[in-house]
């Protein structure tokens, strides 16, 4: 809920902005969005959830506990281009 305060100077007005806009709700103790919504990165998105600096490739895991990066990343790396040329 809180923001710490080695956070990006972004993150509180991010928040404010998308709670504003109905985007974001507190209940419980908890903020909930209540539409989806599209973040510029998946570290700018960790951050406002989480209220600190964060590394969302790390953060952001499916429901097997695979982060981001190993789904989205890796697997891309994971292929040598090598491998595509004609030979």
Known sequence: MEVVASAMASVTPK?????????MEQRDG?????QDY???????????V???SANGWVE?????GATLSEVHRD????????DDELQ
Do not use: C, M, Q
Request: hydrophobic share 30%; net charge neutral; aromatic share 12%.
């Open 38 to 48: 599209l973040f510029g990165s998946p570290s700018t998105a960790a951050a406002v």
């Open 75 to 82: 697997s891309n790396e994971s292929s040598d281009p090598s």
């Open 30 to 34: 908890h903020y909930y969005f209540t």
């Open 60 to 64: 952001w895991k499916d429901k097997n």
């Open 15 to 23: 928040r404010e902005s998308l709670i504003s806009a109905g985007v």
């Open 50 to 52: 989480l209220g600190r």
